[in-house]
């Protein structure tokens, strides 16, 4: 008969932090695919409803490993809930549905940590979807999109053309803003892998403590993890002991470590977090003085205790403090190259790779495609900056109707920029007599403070442009 192959405790996490990944990026795909395809009304519609339909996949995928990820500390923490004679796959996985074992309050515990995640995990595709309609459609909230898309209309109004026609602008205000999941008190915006992957790493951590503090109920004294890479915030709490009800006189309510949700409330787990900060990796074991000597024990309470070991201090070594910034500066570069491949993709759309992997190994090779795209990118952000020109006037009265690729072009060789051309063409310090070149095109120049731009005063054309 086969033998289990037991899953580790981080597998269903990672699972679930994949299926955040691929949603995102699925998402990013779609609206550079809408990017490629012209953006027109029904196009925008079509790809909400896509976009709908992957949070929703999203959604059902979590049901499938949420629960298992929450169970799974359950049933490590208690070997005898998951134990099936023979261990088979079939008994296991018989044994593993059913639970019966695990107590009612544990199932309690279990049930109430799936629905907290998976409403946190809904909230954040709500918003997703709320944000993403609002930038393609319309919007009522006096942010940027709703800015922008008023400053857009009247552009298109006064020309006589359609709101739709404005649409790419609508989607490089998404792409600075990003695939927005979550806007915390500080005004910072998370987005959906980056929130929801937090959100289920707490709720894994929520989970096991709560496994290690129901495995035994009269047990009172626990100890936090000591890790060699702590952040400043871990660091103070770690490797002391505490004491789980908050009434033993020789160590520190667990409540202190975990902060308390009423500052003035009880000490005990019911008015706690249960963790030491969001995606904190700190874990939590029991402790029993049994085994330790005398002069062991008086040190680990000393060490424990706030009065000679204050919670202000910070007891990392130099050497760990490097270490923890070696692996967040790693965390941040990873952070940054996955925002870079994002924002090129709703750039750019299909000529840059729907998966983040390939961007990133060109990137690493820095090969002549990934300077391609550097460049192409660069172009098309000039290309957008200039857009807000047309439907303005010059001061002598034209209507800017087009922004030539030379114009563009000689941005970027030239250093100046749309803010400067349009300074120049509205408030000139000297306008050119008209010219007429070999082909009988009409033009004017204007001259401005930090920039100047020559019009076609025919067709409203801006032809070319330098740095004063």
């Known amino acids: 008969m086969p033998t289990l192959n037991r899953a580790s405790n981080e597998r269903e996490l990672q699972k679930l932090i994949a299926v955040f990944l691929k949603a995102e990026t699925d998402i990013i795909n779609e609206i550079g695919r809408l990017r490629s395809q012209g953006m027109v009304d029904y196009h925008a519609v079509a790809a909400l409803e896509r976009v709908q339909a992957i949070l929703r996949g999203m959604e059902s995928d979590c049901w499938a490993y949420v629960p298992q990820m929450i169970e799974r500390q359950f049933y490590v923490h208690h070997p005898e809930a998951r134990k099936v004679q023979g261990e088979s796959p079939e008994k296991h996985i018989a044994g593993y549905q059913n639970a019966a074992v695990l107590t009612g309050e544990q199932t309690a515990v279990v049930d109430r ?24 459609i ?27 026609k ?29 929130y929801c992957s937090m959100v289920s790493r707490t709720t894994s951590r929520q989970a096991e403590v709560l496994a290690a503090l129901t495995a035994d109920p009269e047990h009172d004294l626990y100890r936090i993890s000591s890790h060699g890479t702590a952040c400043a915030l871990c660091a103070p709490y770690e490797g002391r002991v505490y004491s789980r009800s908050g009434t033993d006189p020789d160590f520190p309510p667990l409540a202190a470590a975990f902060g308390k949700i009423d500052p003035n409330g009880k000490d005990d787990l019911s008015n706690t977090y249960l963790n030491i900060h969001p995606s904190c990796l700190h874990s939590l074991s029991a402790w029993t003085p049994a085994g330790h000597s005398a002069e062991e024990i008086q040190r ?50 299909d000529k840059i790779p729907k998966t983040y992997q390939t961007f990133e190994k060109h990137k690493k090779r820095n090969d002549e495609k990934y300077k391609t795209w550097q460049r192409e990118y660069r172009w098309e952000n000039k290309r957008l900056s200039f857009q807000p020109l047309i439907g303005q006037r010059t001061a002598t009265g034209i209507e800017i109707t087009g922004i030539s690729r030379h114009v563009v072009d000689q941005a970027i060789n030239r250093g100046f920029t749309a803010e400067s051309a349009l300074d120049a063409l509205q408030n000139p310090v ?27 005063t025919e067709t409203g054309n801006i032809t070319t442009g330098w740095k004063k």
């Open 300 to 349: 680990i309470k000393d060490f424990s205790s706030p009065a000679h070991n204050p919670f202000t201090r910070d007891p990392r070594t130099q050497k760990q403090v490097e270490a923890y910034r070696k692996k967040e500066t790693a965390r941040r570069h990873w952070l940054q190259n996955y925002r870079q491949w994002e924002q090129y993709r709703m750039t750019l759309g």
């Open 113 to 136: 940590l799936v629905q907290n995640l998976m409403g946190e995990i809904t909230d954040a595709s709500i918003t997703v979807v709320a944000a993403l309609q609002s930038a393609l």
């Open 166 to 194: 404005m649409l790419p602008e609508f989607v490089e205000a998404l792409k600075r803003e990003g695939v927005t999941a979550f806007v915390d008190r500080a005004g910072r915006h998370w987005s959906l892998h980056t």
């Open 430 to 456: 000297d306008v050119g007599k008209m010219k007429t070149d070999a082909q009988g095109r009409k033009s004017q120049q204007f001259i401005g403070r930090k920039a100047a731009a020559v019009i076609n």
């Open 138 to 164: 319309g919007r009522i909230e006096p942010d940027v999109y709703r800015r922008v898309g008023l400053e857009q209309v009247a552009y298109q109004q006064a020309r006589g053309a359609g709101t739709y």
